[in-house]
């Protein structure tokens, strides 16, 4: 029998209180009755069943029913190990009126009641369009990115306190100045945004961060509240930006209101002594894996402070699928990306991201799926014909091999055999593997890897290079929040909390703002000027969307690859080396010999490639052409 090992008393932590009032003037007073109902509303017309947790003192010991307008009733109740919980099914049917409806309380001594609401479902969401291979993906992190209502900085309801000289402290950083530097990424060219976690983190330590969630239905106060959301994503629309969320089912954290009060001895795993996970992702795959080394790898904590959650438990998955669905549906998202996708238990995962498509077919879920190998990457994408017949239904993962190749290429001066930009050749020889080319995430840098900046050594061409490939690869581009500038960390001896840098301009008094046009100057000016032209124009490019690769090897730091359909193609080509290069076009006369006129892409002048063509030391050619 596993047990779990855990102090909360020691922690001191108070929860924030955003339970719905109730109006007592037409309702019966429900207040030390109810303390929870989760999902805190739903819909008319949804496909996802709806199973309401109910948390009060003693709750168990009540019937419930609901009363209101047609079409709406509860099927089952399920009771908890904890006499505090409840767990209601309630059906939603295809005639259903939309309007409050009550959750009608009785123990045969007294009853109340309390107000939920069913609306109308926003026209056109369930055919929502989620992110492609026509959109650039901007990568912030909320409390990093702009401060835009200091009054928020540190809350009575919030344990950790704001102190923006912390490197792993809450910096201020919210909503509001997310809002206000909407107009700075649409000008970059990006088309989507993924903020990292917005949900409460109450942690007394590094809860900026907001991976260790507190209350998976609340924006952290620290950020704004779930209106600012909603307006959040609103504001993002109107400038045709996209918004991922970034979720995390996976774990949540010590200061979650429910770990003082489990609903099921088994809602989390629990062992006799705090134990983490083995970080061993092949036990999902290796047929040779013992089920001993596939349970630590899946039930093991992730750390100390974030308890590992049991999606083998039904109630816990049911909960997963509903949350999931009502923040698309509420704050009208377009995407998710899930945080540590290999370490939940992968069939019921793998449910859950049936569950989210089957409701919303063209919508896209990313997954973190943090490995090296390619095989295995390939492994977590829908669809794959994986030996063992197993399917994630997760549409896209993100590339971490091919950040890692560009990572290593970039920063090689003087490559050995295979190494330099050979490396990025022989990634890119391995899509063979993958399932689905289109829906691989690309990136050089994230939020929780040393930034790009760092890793050219501050070379501002090199960081020119990245953001070409980026711009013209296969799949969906992303960059980290200041990579487009080359911003690097403030201390690389601070890890994580070195490289999360404010962005210079998001406070008020901050000496640089370069979310300004005019604060942007010299090589600042340049490096955006450069990144945005190329990610505006990648918007409309269709062969760079869908288009086929074509590369050539080379090893001398330099890399050819064509990207082309039918009407179109793009020549790139990056001199990584220290020297000029000529380019060797007579190589590559099998797709160029029919492209004449070509036109350069960053500076849009007319250009015809030849071998007499030569291109600088550590910098990259985009050409495009009319086939």
């Given at each position: 029998?596993?047990?779990?090992?855990?102090v909360?008393?020691?922690?001191?932590?108070?929860?924030?209180?955003?339970?719905p009032?109730?109006d007592?003037?037409?309702?019966a007073?429900?207040?030390?009755?109810?303390?929870?109902?989760?999902?805190?509303?739903?819909?008319?017309?949804?496909?996802t069943?709806?199973?309401?947790?109910?948390?009060?003192?003693n709750i168990s010991?009540?019937?419930?029913?609901?009363?209101?307008?047609?079409?709406?009733?509860?099927?089952a109740?399920?009771?908890?190990?904890?006499?505090?919980?409840?767990?209601a099914?309630?059906?939603?049917?295809?005639?259903?009126?939309?309007?409050?409806?009550?959750?009608?309380?009785?123990?045969?001594?007294?009853?109340?009641?309390?107000?939920?609401?069913?609306?109308?479902?926003?026209?056109g969401?369930?055919?929502?369009?989620?992110?492609?291979?026509?959109?650039?993906?901007?990568?912030?992190?909320?409390?990093?990115?702009?401060?835009?209502n200091?009054?928020?900085?540190?809350?009575?309801?919030?344990?950790?306190?704001?102190?923006?000289?912390?490197?792993?402290?809450?910096?201020?950083?919210?909503?509001?100045?997310?809002?206000?530097?909407?107009?700075?990424?649409?000008s970059?060219?990006?088309?989507?945004?993924w903020?990292?976690?917005?949900?409460?983190?109450?942690?007394?330590?590094?809860?900026?961060?907001?991976?260790a969630?507190?209350?998976y239905?609340?924006?952290?106060?620290?950020?704004?509240?779930?209106?600012?959301?909603?307006?959040?994503?609103?504001?993002?629309?109107?400038?045709?930006?996209?918004?991922?969320?970034?979720?995390?089912?996976?774990?949540?954290?010590?200061?979650?209101?429910?770990?003082?009060?489990?609903?099921?001895?088994?809602?989390?795993?629990?062992?006799?002594?705090?134990?983490?996970?083995?970080?061993?992702?092949?036990?999902?795959?290796d047929?040779?894996?013992?089920q001993?080394?596939?349970?630590?790898?899946?039930?093991?904590?992730?750390?100390?402070?974030?308890?590992?959650?049991?999606?083998?438990?039904?109630y816990?998955l049911?909960?997963?699928?509903?949350?999931?669905?009502?923040?698309?549906?509420?704050?009208?998202?377009?995407?998710?990306?899930?945080?540590?996708?290999?370490?939940?238990?992968?069939?019921?995962?793998?449910?859950?991201?049936?569950?989210?498509?089957?409701?919303?077919?063209?919508?896209?879920?990313?997954?973190?799926?943090?490995?090296?190998?390619?095989?295995?990457?390939?492994?977590?994408?829908?669809?794959n014909?994986?030996k063992?017949?197993?399917?994630s239904?997760?549409?896209?993962?993100?590339?971490?091999?091919?950040?890692?190749?560009?990572?290593?290429?970039?920063?090689?001066?003087?490559?050995?055999?295979?190494?330099?930009?050979?490396?990025?050749?022989?990634?890119?020889?391995h899509?063979?593997?993958?399932?689905?080319?289109?829906?691989?995430?690309?990136?050089?840098?994230?939020?929780?890897?040393?930034?790009?900046?760092?890793?050219?050594?501050?070379?501002?061409?090199?960081?020119?290079?990245?953001?070409?490939?980026?711009?013209?690869?296969?799949?969906?581009?992303?960059?980290?929040?200041?990579?487009e500038?080359?911003?690097?960390?403030?201390?690389?001896?601070?890890?994580?909390?070195?490289?999360?840098i404010?962005?210079?301009?998001?406070?008020?008094?901050?000496?640089?703002?370069?979310?300004?046009?005019?604060?942007?100057?010299?090589?600042?000016?340049?490096?955006?000027?450069y990144?945005?032209?190329?990610?505006?124009?990648?918007?409309?490019?269709?062969?760079?969307?869908?288009?086929?690769?074509?590369?050539?090897?080379?090893?001398?730091?330099?890399?050819?690859?064509?990207?082309?359909?039918?009407?179109?193609?793009?020549?790139v080509?990056?001199?990584?080396?220290?020297?000029?290069?000529?380019i060797?076009?007579?190589?590559?006369?099998?797709?160029?010999?029919?492209l004449?006129?070509?036109?350069?892409?960053?500076?849009g002048?007319?250009?015809?490639?030849?071998?007499?063509?030569?291109?600088?030391?550590?910098?990259?050619?985009?050409?495009?052409?009319?086939?």
């Amino acid at each position: 029998m596993k047990r779990i090992f855990i102090v909360l008393a020691t922690l001191g932590i108070v929860a924030c209180s955003q339970t719905p009032k109730v109006d007592v003037n037409t309702i019966a007073d429900a207040s030390g009755q109810i303390t929870r109902v989760e999902p805190l509303s739903w819909w008319t017309d949804m496909k996802t069943p709806l199973q309401l947790l109910i948390g009060g003192e003693n709750i168990s010991q009540y019937n419930v029913a609901l009363e209101g307008g047609d079409g709406v009733e509860i099927t089952a109740i399920h009771k908890a190990d904890s006499p505090n919980y409840l767990f209601a099914d309630v059906k939603v049917a295809s005639n259903a009126q939309a309007g409050t409806y009550y959750l009608v309380f009785t123990n045969g001594k007294e009853s109340f009641k309390y107000p939920y609401t069913i609306s109308s479902r926003r026209e056109g969401s369930a055919a929502r369009q989620g992110f492609t291979t026509a959109d650039a993906i901007y990568l912030l992190m909320p409390d990093r990115f702009g401060n835009g209502n200091p009054e928020n900085d540190s809350t009575p309801c919030t344990s950790e306190k704001a102190d923006r000289e912390e490197f792993f402290g809450r910096h201020g950083g919210d909503l509001q100045g997310m809002i206000n530097g909407l107009d700075y990424i649409a000008s970059l060219g990006a088309t989507t945004i993924w903020p990292t976690p917005l949900l409460l983190d109450n942690e007394p330590r590094e809860s900026y961060h907001g991976y260790a969630c507190g209350d998976y239905y609340h924006i952290d106060p620290r950020f704004g509240d779930n209106e600012l959301y909603k307006t959040f994503v609103e504001e993002a629309h109107k400038r045709n930006l996209k918004v991922i969320m970034d979720v995390v089912t996976n774990h949540c954290g010590v200061a979650h209101w429910w770990m003082n009060d489990l609903p099921f001895k088994d809602w989390v795993h629990v062992f006799p002594e705090y134990t983490g996970t083995n970080v061993c992702f092949s036990t999902n795959m290796d047929p040779n894996a013992s089920q001993y080394d596939l349970n630590l790898q899946e039930s093991g904590w992730f750390v100390p402070s974030m308890p590992d959650m049991n999606l083998n438990n039904e109630y816990v998955l049911n909960y997963f699928k509903q949350w999931a669905v009502w923040w698309i549906e509420y704050a009208n998202l377009d995407g998710f990306r899930v945080d540590t996708y290999p370490y939940n238990e992968k069939e019921p995962m793998s449910e859950w991201s049936k569950s989210v498509m089957a409701e919303y077919p063209n919508i896209n879920i990313v997954g973190e799926c943090w490995t090296s190998s390619i095989p295995q990457l390939a492994y977590w994408q829908g669809g794959n014909a994986n030996k063992d017949g197993f399917d994630s239904n997760l549409r896209s993962v993100m590339d971490f091999p091919l950040q890692e190749a560009i990572g290593h290429a970039l920063s090689c001066d003087t490559p050995g055999w295979g190494q330099g930009m050979t490396r990025v050749y022989d990634c890119l020889s391995h899509d063979f593997v993958y399932h689905d080319l289109s829906n691989m995430m690309i990136f050089a840098g994230n939020h929780d890897m040393t930034r790009i900046g760092d890793v050219i050594r501050k070379n501002p061409n090199r960081a020119k290079i990245a953001m070409a490939m980026l711009a013209t690869m296969r799949g969906i581009p992303q960059i980290f929040y200041g990579d487009e500038m080359m911003l690097c960390s403030a201390d690389l001896s601070q890890g994580h909390g070195g490289l999360r840098i404010d962005f210079p301009g998001g406070w008020a008094g901050d000496k640089t703002n370069l979310l300004t046009e005019s604060g942007r100057k010299g090589l600042h000016k340049e490096l955006f000027d450069y990144s945005s032209r190329l990610l505006n124009w990648r918007k409309t490019k269709e062969v760079i969307h869908n288009g086929q690769t074509m590369h050539f090897m080379t090893r001398d730091n330099t890399y050819a690859y064509f990207r082309y359909n039918d009407t179109d193609a793009v020549f790139v080509y990056i001199n990584n080396s220290g020297e000029t290069k000529s380019i060797p076009w007579s190589n590559y006369s099998e797709i160029a010999s029919t492209l004449k006129d070509g036109q350069c892409v960053i500076s849009g002048k007319k250009v015809v490639v030849d071998n007499n063509t030569t291109v600088p030391a550590h910098s990259a050619l985009i050409v495009e052409y009319k086939r």
